[in-house]
Structures are given as structure tokens and as C-alpha cells.
């Protein structure tokens, strides 16, 4: 094998051997559509989706420069000219460099994507989760050289739905996906801490219907009693799996505060570029992003994020929402529990009254959710419309004038009254 | 049409730095590169071709190149076909004396007959050998090497940007005239450039040198002194730009790159200039500028398509105005008064052509105003007003988003012409500030590539449009022939049957650029109707609104806005008709043969 650096086997770590490592590379995995966020991921991949009002690659970026990081790797795919454009040849100064992965074929194969620039312990991050800069840093010094692989674990009462990880002590016993068993209590985060061998290793690990998981190479490792550390990390940690956790992300976001644009008053974000009228209330929790405009009388927040660009216009009411780029509310329309992806526009009177519905996704009705719709690129909501809760509304979608729209309404199509 | 370096700091890295501001002065030519590193001695290495076979030679050589100060040049021909001999920098007969030089010597001749009488063995083609002859003989007769090349300097007659080093001495000389040169101030090292790109990864604090301005560069630091000798004080700018043309974001070329970027860089365009609350435009820039009886732009290439679209909308909004080639303007100019407004419209704000008619327009009394995306530049310094794109660097040779910003710009300032401010344009805000994500919506969904695979084979590509189309139409085929190589032409619709139509086959498809519904629409939608007669394939760009589709083989949609902003959207389509053919056609797409990215020869 290539390039394989040869490391001892076996169990060997303890404490007095660690020594303190700080790794110069990360490898980002922001190729995945993350097809259940659909509609929503037309056109960008799942890091690109808002987490309040800034994508979530954007955060998982800053927590890796924050953490001292300086050369990023971007596996990219699903729509990859969204995350370069928004990414660029540089992030804060910091040179990023593009690997294709022409078939999502899962994330060890991703990982693989990036082998040719590896020659040291590296970390791989998801790009669609946020994390905090803490966590990598507590990842990082958990690792060490003899280690197989240092995961960051998170506890959660929804581990079962994510990657379920049993610790003993600091050492990983057991690795799951989903295991759709409730006694699970710490999921993965997906910051790992990796030696270079593990790139021969995931290459040599067995494909599961066609795909190459990364966690299946670390489980192995698990299997073969190799040292994967686990190392507990605090803080914020969100992600989204629905469309409607978008909502809890922005929440959970404004609740502490982790968001880009200046307070202007206790939990009230707004960039400097935004322009809000006198006559307007902010309520709190809330972020307004640059360019925005928020006319006279309109009521925007509380838990609410406003993206780049976006209009709230006079007397409109936008409440527990997130607002992508370019979207426009217009004058008197009321908007609540929804997300709406980039260049979304909500006619003059239009309601999104919110609340509790069942949201039908594919063949699954997921019940109780709180969602007031979910409108994806360049859907048009339009004057005096209603759009009753647990609406999805697919890209270039349009509800007309005066219309009722429940349930789906599927890309390109046209809801009449 | 060239691009200069020089460094003085530390002499083994004096080589490296030079290599890569080589590598980011690429755009402005690329047909031969050397370098010269100097100190006690002076060594030279100069090759035609690209700067892989420079830097070949240069490994060939082994590390040999090692000195405290150095030049290095890439040169796009305008004297002299592109040979190692041609290339730069040029030497002397003893080879004590380096030179590199932007521009041109336009008394060369002359200079060169004197030279020879004196017993001067040329060994090149080049205008700019003289210099280093000149220089020499000065330094034969005697003067220090600062003297000296001040003397040779005020021998020429043309634009040049120059630096010279000298054997023997550890410093740096640099003089210019009508062509571009920065100063870059380092930690223990400086920089001459033709643009800041040049050393942009070691320092932003930057001097921008004026007219007659002589610059001495030593490890003590640096001295600006003018014509006289006298030293001037210069202000130390930094330069806000990233050094972000090093990457091209994972896609294949900057060209690309830059098409994708168009959403991010109207965003900066507009930003602060629309006010949606107030419904106003407002752009602080152009407070000063008076109430103009015409409007003349003059601009070359791309920016001249934009000038024609600009002149357009300021004669629909009521204000006389028109568009002239920069290069005709210098030389012919229309009537002009103190009463009138000259807009040069140039990318780089060198663009020689241009900067030529703002000096005439100047001469003559009228206000002049640079419609440009550097700030800084030299249309920016010497016109009466500046209005910056902020679109960016752009490296592809062919100009996209500069384009786009430049509509833009040249909206905002038909709104301040005509509104002043005060006037309230709901409708033109709104969709001002959408813009960017109708642009988003053509990236998103553009049929552009597969429409041009049925297409390679075509003997000519014609580009029709009308009104405010019609420069689209003039820039669609300017970018398709640029990078494809094809034969491609756009016309006026309505020209069509009074010549061109003798061109149309079956085998010459026609790209309509139609929108809005208008009666320019409904004629150009007539002219399609001529060309389909001829059995010739259509393509057509619409918003939709006039049906156009109906009549075509092809349709490229964009989305419905303004109808002013229309054609912003069709051009998008268009740049990315003219990549995906030249992708197909595996061209050079970011360095197509013969052009340059901003001429700064006449």
C-alpha cells in the first residue's frame, strides 16, 4: 500500500505516552445533498443550508481556524459550485483546496478524495454539523500518535438517531449507525482526529451497498483492538436532519449568541449594512444579516434569523423563522415556523399562520412537527395567499393570489385558488 | 502589453519572488518571460513560451540565481515576434545593465540609429534594448548608475514603466510614463510592479507611482523623486483585495469561476447604493458631479459594450449621450465643451486607448468621470470622479463579471443623472435587489451547455439583438470568439437584411437575444423569422415575456425582471455559451492566444 506509515498494534495508550498534538490539516466533507432535507437541497448541498443566517460550512470553518487550523481540504460534489462560490480559493486568509468526489459514494470514500494531500495525523470534519472551535481543540488534545483515530462525542437523547457510540473510559468499545435503540446516549460528533494509516485502512474496509463508510474503517479498527479514543465534548452541537431543524439550529444558535452580526440590544443581531425603519420591532432572540431591510411596522423575531438581502416589508409579521437569501415578505403578510431557501417571495398579505402538523416526507408522515412551511428556491407565496402548516413547497413552486396550499406542492407547479 | 517585477530584500529569495509575481502577472501576457538577478554580478535568463519553459531553464541552470535585488518580466508582443532573444530583460553589450520594460519607446528608431553610429551591436528586435544601451553609455561617460538611468529616461519618448538593475550595485531603479507601475513596501524587502497582484502575497502597503516619477529602491529603502530630481512625499495605501487570484475555487478555470461569481460580486456592486426603504439610489461617489448637457463614454472591448448599453439608457431616460471606441475618440473626438461628461468605462482603469480620450476629453475642458474596478488606478487618479465596480479581481483574459458590474454601474449612474437622488424608482430597486439572485437562478438552471453540443461543427455563430439587447448581442459573440476561436458576429437585428443575411445557412446557427415585450422585441422576433427562412438553427435568450420561444430550436431562459436588467441576465446565458463551446473545444480558455487581459499599449 502507497504511502502506508507502519504504527504499532495494539492496546497502547495510556496517558503517560500522549503527547499534545496539534494537526496543520482538516478534511471537510461538504459533498452529501443530504437528500432528507429535500426540497431544499436543489440546488446546494446540505453545508450550504442556513444554520441561522449563515450556512453551516460557514461555522464549521471558522471553529477549524479558530482551533488553529490552516490547511483546509474540501471534499466537494452534490452541487459543488455552491460551496466554491461561497468558499472561495481562500477562507479568512487560509489557502482551500478542492477535491471532487464525482459519486457520493460515503464518507471513507470522501475521506480518500483528499489521501494524495495527507502525509501527517489529520482531521476530518463533517461539513454539515455545527461545532464549536473548543471541540476541535479537545479533539486534538485528546489525539496522539499511537492512537488509531480520537472521536469527539457528544451527549444526546436523540444518539440513536445519529452515529451511537459506547465509551469505556476514553477508549470507543463500540461504533453504530442508527441503531434505533434508545439505551445510546452519546452520539458521534464528527470531528475526528485520524492517523495517516487510516487512509489505507478505510480503503481496505468492506463496502456496504456500494458505499465506503468512514465509520465502518473506525469500527474496524474498534474490532481489531486498535486505540479509538473517544473524547466527550461540550457546547453547542447541532445539525439538521429535517427540513424543520433548521428552526431548532437557528434557536439553538441565537439562544447563546453564535452568530456573526453585532448586538445591537440584548439578543437583537443586526450587521451594519441592514436596514431596519424606526417604526419596526426587533424582538429577541433575532438576527438580521447585511443588506437586509425591515420596513416600517413590521414585526420580526423573536427566534427568527433574516439572511443576506432579504426584505421584510411594511406591517409584516415574521415569527420563529428562517429567511434565506433574497427572500421578500411582503407588506401585512405573516410568516411563522417557516423556512424559506434563497429568493423566496411571500406576496403582500399572504399567512403562514404556523404551528403543529403532520409533514409528509417521501412515504413517512412525520407527526406533530412544528413547521409552518418549508419553501424552497425561488418558490413564490403569492399575494393573500394561505399556506396551512406542514406545507412543503418545492423550487419555482408558486401558491397564486388568494390560493390555499396544504401538504406538498411539487417543484415548478402552480397552486390556484 | 506586458507585466514588470522588481524586488530588492533578501538574495535567495530574490528568484522565488520573482517567479511568482511572474505566475500573477501571467494575465497581462504570456508569450515570453526572464528574469535578471543582480548584486555583484548580474546573471540573465529570458525564454519565448509560457512560464513553464523559464522556469525549466531556470532549473537547468541549477540555484545559481542568487542576489540582493532582481527584475523579471512577462511580455506579450508588440515589437518583434515572440523569441528568446525578443524576450526580456534586455542587456547591454558588456551586460552590467538589466532592463524590463511595459510600454513603448516610440523615438526607438531614432535612438537605435544613434546607437549604431556609435559602434552599438543590437541584439534584438525590441524598442526596449535601447535602454539598456542608453544606460551603459551613460554609465561609460562616467555617471553613477542613478544618474544614469535618470539620463537615459529622459532620452525616451513613449509610455514606459521601467526597472533596471545594474551590476555592482544592490539597488533598484523604476521610472514611469503613461504606464503602470506600484510600489509594494515590505518587512526587509520591497517591490516595482506593473499591478498589485505582482507581490500582493508578501505585502498590501503599496505606493502608486505618478507620470515622470523615479524611484530608487536599496536594502536603506526607497526614494521618489520627480523630472528634477526633487523628492516627493508618497502616501503608503493598503490595498484591501485578498490574494485570492492564486486559486481557482476547485473549478477548472478562472473564467468559470468568475461566471459564478456574478451573484457575490453585484451583491458588493450594490451594496449601500439602493435604498429599499426610501426607494432611492443613491451613490455617494457621484455628489460632486455636475448636471452634464451630454454624456460621452469611450471605453475599448467589453467595457465599450457596456458604454453602448449605458449611452442607450441615458437617451431613453431623456439625457444625450453616446458611446465611442476609446482609440477613435483619441484621435477623432467628438465636439466636447466644459458643459459636457466623458465616462471612460475600463476594467483595469490602464487601458491605454481609454486613458488617451479621458486626456483629450480632459484637454478640452469637460468633466470626466472613471467608470473601473481598481481602485487606485490611473483612470481613477486622473479623472474628475470615480465610480468603482467592486466586482473583484478578474484574471480570465475574457472579461464576465466586470461586465455584468459594469451594467450595473452604469445604471446607477443613469439614476443619479436623472433622479439626483430624490426621485423615488420602487420598481428599479426592488429589482436592483434581486438581481443577484435572478443571475443565481440562470447559474442554477442553465441549459447553456448541452444546447451548444448540437452546434460544434457550425461554420460561423451570428448574435442578434435590438435596443438594449444589442450590445448583448456584440458581447456574446466578442466572448465567443475570444475563447473559442470560432468565427463569430453580432449584429444590430434590424441590420440583418440590409447585408449580413447573405451569411446565414443552414449551417450558421443565430443566437437572438430577445426580452421584454416591447416593439424591439416584436421586430427582433421578425428577423428571426428571416434567418429560420434560410434554414438556419435558432437560439433564443428570453425572459419569455414576447413568446419568442415559440419561434426557435433552442430556448435559454432567464428569468423575468426590469427590462432595463434583462440583458444583464441574456449575457449571462451567453458567457456561458461561449465557455461551454471553448470547453468542448478544449481551448485555452483563461489565456487565449493573442489577447491580453488589460492593454496598456496603444
Redesign the interface.
Same mark, same amino acid.
Given at each position: 500500500m502507497p504511502g502506508r506509515i507502519e504504527r504499532p498494534r495494539g492496546l497502547i495508550s495510556s496517558h503517560s505516552e500522549h503527547r499534545f498534538m496539534q494537526l496543520d490539516s482538516a478534511v471537510v466533507l461538504a459533498a452529501g445533498e443530504g437528500t432528507r432535507l429535500r426540497p431544499l437541497t436543489k440546488?446546494r448541498p446540505k453545508p450550504l443550508l442556513p444554520a441561522a443566517n449563515r450556512p453551516i460550512l460557514a461555522y464549521v470553518l471558522d471553529a477549524l481556524i479558530d482551533a488553529g487550523i490552516d490547511d483546509l481540504h474540501?471534499v #466537494?460534489g452534490y452541487q459543488?459550485?455552491r460551496? %466554491?462560490?461561497h #468558499?472561495?480559493? /481562500?477562507y479568512r486568509?487560509r489557502? #482551500?483546496t478542492?477535491h471532487?468526489q464525482e459519486k457520493q459514494l460515503g464518507t471513507g470514500h470522501a475521506v480518500l478524495q483528499a489521501r494524495d494531500a495527507i502525509d501527517a495525523d489529520f482531521l476530518v470534519v463533517n461539513g454539515d454539523e455545527v461545532v464549536t472551535a473548543a471541540m476541535v481543540e479537545a479533539v486534538m488534545d485528546a489525539h496522539s500518535t499511537t492512537d488509531a483515530a480520537t472521536l469527539g462525542v457528544a451527549e444526546s437523547d436523540r444518539a440513536a438517531e445519529y452515529g451511537a457510540v459506547r465509551l469505556d473510559g476514553d477508549r470507543i468499545v463500540e461504533l453504530v449507525e442508527r441503531p434505533q435503540d434508545d439505551t445510546y446516549r452519546l452520539l458521534n460528533a464528527g470531528i475526528y482526529a485520524c492517523g495517516p494509516s487510516l487512509l489505507a485502512d478505510i480503503e481496505s474496509t468492506e463496502r456496504r451497498a456500494g458505499e465506503l463508510h468512514l465509520t465502518d474503517a473506525i469500527a474496524d479498527q474498534i474490532r481489531e483492538g486498535n486505540a479509538v479514543r473517544g473524547v466527550r465534548i461540550e457546547g453547542l452541537w447541532s445539525t439538521a436532519t429535517y427540513p424543520w431543524d433548521l428552526l431548532t439550529v437557528a434557536r439553538d444558535l441565537l439562544a447563546v449568541g453564535h452568530v456573526d452580526e453585532p448586538e445591537r440590544s440584548r439578543g437583537v443581531y443586526v450587521d451594519e /449594512?441592514a436596514?431596519v425603519?424606526g417604526d419596526a420591532t426587533l424582538r429577541a432572540p433575532v438576527v438580521v444579516g447585511? $443588506?437586509a #431591510?425591515i420596513?416600517?411596522g413590521a414585526v420580526v423575531g423573536p427566534d427568527t434569523a433574516l439572511g443576506?438581502?432579504t /426584505?421584510v416589508d411594511a406591517g409584516a409579521v415574521v415569527e420563529g423563522s428562517v429567511l434565506d437569501? $433574497?427572500t421578500?415578505v411582503g407588506s401585512n403578510a405573516t410568516v411563522v415556523d417557516a423556512v424559506t431557501g %434563497?429568493?423566496v417571495t411571500v406576496g403582500p398579505g399572504a399567512t403562514v399562520p404556523g404551528g403543529e402538523a403532520d409533514v409528509r416526507v417521501g412515504t413517512t408522515i412525520h407527526e406533530n412537527r412544528r413547521l409552518g412551511c418549508i419553501a424552497a428556491?425561488?418558490a413564490d407565496i403569492e399575494g393573500g395567499a394561505t399556506v396551512a402548516p406542514g406545507t412543503l413547497i418545492g423550487p419555482d413552486a408558486s401558491v397564486g393570489t388568494g390560493a390555499y396550499a396544504s401538504d406538498v406542492v411539487p417543484e415548478g407547479t402552480e397552486v390556484r385558488r | 502589453m506586458c507585466g514588470i517585477i522588481g524586488y530588492v530584500g533578501d538574495a535567495d529569495e530574490t528568484l522565488s519572488v520573482l517567479l511568482d509575481g511572474l505566475s500573477n502577472l501571467e494575465y497581462r501576457g504570456y508569450d515570453s518571460a526572464g528574469v535578471a538577478v543582480g548584486g555583484d554580478g548580474l546573471r540573465v535568463e529570458k525564454r519565448a513560451g509560457e512560464l513553464d519553459t523559464l522556469e525549466s531553464a531556470l532549473d537547468a541552470d541549477g540555484g545559481s540565481f542568487a542576489g540582493p535585488v532582481g527584475v523579471a518580466h512577462t511580455r506579450w508582443s508588440t515589437h518583434g515576434p515572440p523569441t528568446d532573444a525578443n524576450a526580456h530583460p534586455h542587456t547591454d553589450a558588456s551586460g552590467r545593465v538589466a532592463v524590463v520594460h511595459n510600454g513603448i519607446i516610440e523615438n526607438y528608431r531614432d535612438l537605435r540609429d544613434e546607437l549604431e553610429a556609435d559602434g552599438v551591436t543590437f541584439a534584438s528586435e525590441t524598442d526596449t534594448e535601447v535602454v539598456p544601451h542608453l544606460v551603459a553609455r551613460e554609465l561609460r561617460r562616467g555617471r553613477d548608475p542613478e544618474a544614469a538611468v535618470r539620463a537615459a529616461a529622459e532620452r525616451l519618448e513613449g509610455s514606459y514603466a521601467l526597472a533596471v538593475v545594474v551590476a555592482g550595485t544592490d539597488a533598484l531603479f523604476a521610472v514611469r510614463q503613461d504606464s503602470p507601475l506600484v510600489l509594494g513596501v515590505g518587512e526587509g524587502e520591497r517591490f516595482v510592479a506593473s499591478d498589485v497582484p505582482a507581490f500582493l502575497e508578501r505585502t498590501r502597503d503599496v505606493v502608486y507611482l505618478d507620470d515622470d516619477e523615479f524611484v530608487r529602491l536599496d536594502a536603506e529603502g526607497w526614494t521618489v523623486t520627480n523630472a528634477e530630481g526633487e523628492v516627493v512625499e508618497k502616501e503608503v495605501r493598503t490595498v484591501e483585495w485578498e490574494a485570492e487570484q492564486t486559486g481557482k475555487s476547485g473549478y477548472d478555470h478562472y473564467m468559470l469561476k468568475e461566471i459564478h461569481e456574478q451573484p457575490i460580486s453585484l451583491r458588493q456592486c450594490l451594496s449601500g447604493r439602493v435604498d429599499e426603504l426610501d426607494g432611492r439610489i443613491t451613490v455617494e461617489e457621484l455628489d460632486d458631479l455636475g448636471d452634464p448637457a451630454t454624456v460621452q463614454f469611450v471605453a475599448c472591448g467589453t467595457s465599450y459594450h457596456a458604454a453602448l448599453y449605458g449611452a442607450q439608457l441615458l437617451r431613453s431616460a431623456g439625457v444625450a449621450a453616446n458611446a465611442y471606441y476609446a482609440h477613435e475618440y483619441a484621435t477623432s473626438p467628438a465636439p466636447v465643451s466644459t458643459a459636457d461628461l466623458v465616462v471612460g468605462v475600463t476594467q483595469s482603469g490602464e487601458t491605454a486607448d481609454t486613458l488617451s480620450a479621458l486626456r483629450e476629453a480632459s484637454r478640452r475642458g469637460a468633466e470626466t468621470l472613471a467608470l473601473t474596478n481598481v481602485v487606485g488606478s490611473t483612470a481613477a487618479r486622473e479623472s474628475d470622479h470615480v465610480l468603482y465596480i467592486r466586482a473583484g479581481p478578474e484574471i480570465g483574459v475574457a472579461a464576465t463579471k466586470t461586465f455584468s458590474s459594469q451594467l450595473i454601474g452604469v445604471n446607477l449612474l443613469t439614476a443619479h443623472l436623472t433622479d439626483r437622488g430624490v426621485k423615488r424608482r420602487r420598481d428599479l430597486v426592488d429589482d436592483l435587489r434581486g438581481i443577484a439572485n435572478d443571475v443565481q437562478a440562470v447559474l442554477d438552471e442553465s441549459e447553456a451547455a448541452a444546447v451548444v453540443e448540437a452546434f460544434v461543427d457550425s461554420d460561423a455563430f451570428f448574435f442578434l439583438g435590438r435596443g438594449l439587447d444589442y450590445p448583448v448581442a456584440l458581447e456574446g459573440a466578442l466572448k465567443f470568439k475570444e475563447i473559442t476561436y470560432e468565427h463569430a458576429e453580432g449584429f444590430a437585428a434590424g441590420e440583418l437584411k440590409h447585408g449580413p443575411l447573405a451569411l446565414v445557412t443552414a449551417n450558421t446557427p443565430v443566437f437572438a437575444v430577445i426580452t421584454g415585450e416591447g416593439e424591439a422585441a416584436k421586430k427582433t422576433i421578425g428577423n428571426v423569422k428571416e434567418v429560420e427562412a434560410r434554414d438556419a438553427p435558432v437560439i433564443v435568450v428570453t425572459d419569455g415575456v414576447a413568446e419568442a420561444g415559440r419561434y426557435a430550436d433552442h430556448v435559454l431562459d432567464i428569468p423575468k425582471t426590469n427590462e432595463r436588467l434583462a440583458p444583464l441576465l441574456a449575457n449571462v446565458q451567453l458567457q456561458l455559451v461561449a465557455y461551454h463551446m471553448a470547453a468542448h473545444l478544449d481551448r485555452e480558455i483563461d489565456k487565449p492566444r493573442n489577447l491580453a487581459k488589460s492593454v496598456t499599449v496603444e
Amino acid at each position: 500500500m502507497p504511502g502506508r506509515i507502519e504504527r504499532p498494534r495494539g492496546l497502547i495508550s495510556s496517558h503517560s505516552e500522549h503527547r499534545f498534538m496539534q494537526l496543520d490539516s482538516a478534511v471537510v466533507l461538504a459533498a452529501g445533498e443530504g437528500t432528507r432535507l429535500r426540497p431544499l437541497t436543489k440546488h446546494r448541498p446540505k453545508p450550504l443550508l442556513p444554520a441561522a443566517n449563515r450556512p453551516i460550512l460557514a461555522y464549521v470553518l471558522d471553529a477549524l481556524i479558530d482551533a488553529g487550523i490552516d490547511d483546509l481540504h474540501l471534499v #466537494v460534489g452534490y452541487q459543488r459550485d455552491r460551496v %466554491q462560490d461561497h #468558499v472561495g480559493p /481562500t477562507y479568512r486568509g487560509r489557502t #482551500v483546496t478542492y477535491h471532487v468526489q464525482e459519486k457520493q459514494l460515503g464518507t471513507g470514500h470522501a475521506v480518500l478524495q483528499a489521501r494524495d494531500a495527507i502525509d501527517a495525523d489529520f482531521l476530518v470534519v463533517n461539513g454539515d454539523e455545527v461545532v464549536t472551535a473548543a471541540m476541535v481543540e479537545a479533539v486534538m488534545d485528546a489525539h496522539s500518535t499511537t492512537d488509531a483515530a480520537t472521536l469527539g462525542v457528544a451527549e444526546s437523547d436523540r444518539a440513536a438517531e445519529y452515529g451511537a457510540v459506547r465509551l469505556d473510559g476514553d477508549r470507543i468499545v463500540e461504533l453504530v449507525e442508527r441503531p434505533q435503540d434508545d439505551t445510546y446516549r452519546l452520539l458521534n460528533a464528527g470531528i475526528y482526529a485520524c492517523g495517516p494509516s487510516l487512509l489505507a485502512d478505510i480503503e481496505s474496509t468492506e463496502r456496504r451497498a456500494g458505499e465506503l463508510h468512514l465509520t465502518d474503517a473506525i469500527a474496524d479498527q474498534i474490532r481489531e483492538g486498535n486505540a479509538v479514543r473517544g473524547v466527550r465534548i461540550e457546547g453547542l452541537w447541532s445539525t439538521a436532519t429535517y427540513p424543520w431543524d433548521l428552526l431548532t439550529v437557528a434557536r439553538d444558535l441565537l439562544a447563546v449568541g453564535h452568530v456573526d452580526e453585532p448586538e445591537r440590544s440584548r439578543g437583537v443581531y443586526v450587521d451594519e /449594512t441592514a436596514s431596519v425603519h424606526g417604526d419596526a420591532t426587533l424582538r429577541a432572540p433575532v438576527v438580521v444579516g447585511p $443588506d437586509a #431591510v425591515i420596513g416600517p411596522g413590521a414585526v420580526v423575531g423573536p427566534d427568527t434569523a433574516l439572511g443576506r438581502n432579504t /426584505t421584510v416589508d411594511a406591517g409584516a409579521v415574521v415569527e420563529g423563522s428562517v429567511l434565506d437569501i $433574497d427572500t421578500r415578505v411582503g407588506s401585512n403578510a405573516t410568516v411563522v415556523d417557516a423556512v424559506t431557501g %434563497q429568493g423566496v417571495t411571500v406576496g403582500p398579505g399572504a399567512t403562514v399562520p404556523g404551528g403543529e402538523a403532520d409533514v409528509r416526507v417521501g412515504t413517512t408522515i412525520h407527526e406533530n412537527r412544528r413547521l409552518g412551511c418549508i419553501a424552497a428556491d425561488r418558490a413564490d407565496i403569492e399575494g393573500g395567499a394561505t399556506v396551512a402548516p406542514g406545507t412543503l413547497i418545492g423550487p419555482d413552486a408558486s401558491v397564486g393570489t388568494g390560493a390555499y396550499a396544504s401538504d406538498v406542492v411539487p417543484e415548478g407547479t402552480e397552486v390556484r385558488r | 502589453m506586458c507585466g514588470i517585477i522588481g524586488y530588492v530584500g533578501d538574495a535567495d529569495e530574490t528568484l522565488s519572488v520573482l517567479l511568482d509575481g511572474l505566475s500573477n502577472l501571467e494575465y497581462r501576457g504570456y508569450d515570453s518571460a526572464g528574469v535578471a538577478v543582480g548584486g555583484d554580478g548580474l546573471r540573465v535568463e529570458k525564454r519565448a513560451g509560457e512560464l513553464d519553459t523559464l522556469e525549466s531553464a531556470l532549473d537547468a541552470d541549477g540555484g545559481s540565481f542568487a542576489g540582493p535585488v532582481g527584475v523579471a518580466h512577462t511580455r506579450w508582443s508588440t515589437h518583434g515576434p515572440p523569441t528568446d532573444a525578443n524576450a526580456h530583460p534586455h542587456t547591454d553589450a558588456s551586460g552590467r545593465v538589466a532592463v524590463v520594460h511595459n510600454g513603448i519607446i516610440e523615438n526607438y528608431r531614432d535612438l537605435r540609429d544613434e546607437l549604431e553610429a556609435d559602434g552599438v551591436t543590437f541584439a534584438s528586435e525590441t524598442d526596449t534594448e535601447v535602454v539598456p544601451h542608453l544606460v551603459a553609455r551613460e554609465l561609460r561617460r562616467g555617471r553613477d548608475p542613478e544618474a544614469a538611468v535618470r539620463a537615459a529616461a529622459e532620452r525616451l519618448e513613449g509610455s514606459y514603466a521601467l526597472a533596471v538593475v545594474v551590476a555592482g550595485t544592490d539597488a533598484l531603479f523604476a521610472v514611469r510614463q503613461d504606464s503602470p507601475l506600484v510600489l509594494g513596501v515590505g518587512e526587509g524587502e520591497r517591490f516595482v510592479a506593473s499591478d498589485v497582484p505582482a507581490f500582493l502575497e508578501r505585502t498590501r502597503d503599496v505606493v502608486y507611482l505618478d507620470d515622470d516619477e523615479f524611484v530608487r529602491l536599496d536594502a536603506e529603502g526607497w526614494t521618489v523623486t520627480n523630472a528634477e530630481g526633487e523628492v516627493v512625499e508618497k502616501e503608503v495605501r493598503t490595498v484591501e483585495w485578498e490574494a485570492e487570484q492564486t486559486g481557482k475555487s476547485g473549478y477548472d478555470h478562472y473564467m468559470l469561476k468568475e461566471i459564478h461569481e456574478q451573484p457575490i460580486s453585484l451583491r458588493q456592486c450594490l451594496s449601500g447604493r439602493v435604498d429599499e426603504l426610501d426607494g432611492r439610489i443613491t451613490v455617494e461617489e457621484l455628489d460632486d458631479l455636475g448636471d452634464p448637457a451630454t454624456v460621452q463614454f469611450v471605453a475599448c472591448g467589453t467595457s465599450y459594450h457596456a458604454a453602448l448599453y449605458g449611452a442607450q439608457l441615458l437617451r431613453s431616460a431623456g439625457v444625450a449621450a453616446n458611446a465611442y471606441y476609446a482609440h477613435e475618440y483619441a484621435t477623432s473626438p467628438a465636439p466636447v465643451s466644459t458643459a459636457d461628461l466623458v465616462v471612460g468605462v475600463t476594467q483595469s482603469g490602464e487601458t491605454a486607448d481609454t486613458l488617451s480620450a479621458l486626456r483629450e476629453a480632459s484637454r478640452r475642458g469637460a468633466e470626466t468621470l472613471a467608470l473601473t474596478n481598481v481602485v487606485g488606478s490611473t483612470a481613477a487618479r486622473e479623472s474628475d470622479h470615480v465610480l468603482y465596480i467592486r466586482a473583484g479581481p478578474e484574471i480570465g483574459v475574457a472579461a464576465t463579471k466586470t461586465f455584468s458590474s459594469q451594467l450595473i454601474g452604469v445604471n446607477l449612474l443613469t439614476a443619479h443623472l436623472t433622479d439626483r437622488g430624490v426621485k423615488r424608482r420602487r420598481d428599479l430597486v426592488d429589482d436592483l435587489r434581486g438581481i443577484a439572485n435572478d443571475v443565481q437562478a440562470v447559474l442554477d438552471e442553465s441549459e447553456a451547455a448541452a444546447v451548444v453540443e448540437a452546434f460544434v461543427d457550425s461554420d460561423a455563430f451570428f448574435f442578434l439583438g435590438r435596443g438594449l439587447d444589442y450590445p448583448v448581442a456584440l458581447e456574446g459573440a466578442l466572448k465567443f470568439k475570444e475563447i473559442t476561436y470560432e468565427h463569430a458576429e453580432g449584429f444590430a437585428a434590424g441590420e440583418l437584411k440590409h447585408g449580413p443575411l447573405a451569411l446565414v445557412t443552414a449551417n450558421t446557427p443565430v443566437f437572438a437575444v430577445i426580452t421584454g415585450e416591447g416593439e424591439a422585441a416584436k421586430k427582433t422576433i421578425g428577423n428571426v423569422k428571416e434567418v429560420e427562412a434560410r434554414d438556419a438553427p435558432v437560439i433564443v435568450v428570453t425572459d419569455g415575456v414576447a413568446e419568442a420561444g415559440r419561434y426557435a430550436d433552442h430556448v435559454l431562459d432567464i428569468p423575468k425582471t426590469n427590462e432595463r436588467l434583462a440583458p444583464l441576465l441574456a449575457n449571462v446565458q451567453l458567457q456561458l455559451v461561449a465557455y461551454h463551446m471553448a470547453a468542448h473545444l478544449d481551448r485555452e480558455i483563461d489565456k487565449p492566444r493573442n489577447l491580453a487581459k488589460s492593454v496598456t499599449v496603444e
